[in-house]
């Protein structure tokens, strides 16, 4: 089992940044990928980034060169640093991992941009 916690989410004006962090705890060392998807209202859910355990990591179109995703030490923690955000990046941001026997979430955390 793994469990996923994020936070990190806000209200921010366009053009400027966030650092959302995802906590994971439990049978960490069986993930594999782990990263974020997006869901804003009325669409669906969509990947924004992810990790995987060789450091190899990918982006959806939309965020590329905007969004970084990073790992912290011991892989307990995933990071999303989202600059110059758009209000087209308004949604309820995801965490989650994979590992060989199931796909794990976090409860999500809130981005908006607005002015």
């Known amino acids: 089992q793994v469990q996923l916690v994020e936070s990190g989410g806000g209200l921010v004006q366009p053009g400027g940044s966030l650092r959302l962090s995802c906590a994971a705890s439990g049978s960490i060392f069986s993930i594999y990928t782990i990263g974020w998807y997006r869901q804003a209202p009325g669409k669906q859910r969509e990947l924004v980034a992810s990790?995987?355990?060789?450091?190899?990591?990918n982006y959806a179109d939309s965020v590329k060169g905007r969004f970084t995703i990073s790992r912290g030490n011991f892989r307990k923690w995933v990071y999303l640093q989202m600059d110059s955000l758009k209000p087209e990046d308004t949604a309820v941001y995801y965490c989650?991992?994979?590992?060989?026997?199931?796909?794990?979430w976090g409860q999500g955390t809130q981005v908006t941009v607005s002015s």
């Open positions: 989650y991992a994979e590992n060989a026997r199931d796909v794990y």
């Open positions: 990790i995987v355990s060789d450091g190899a990591t």
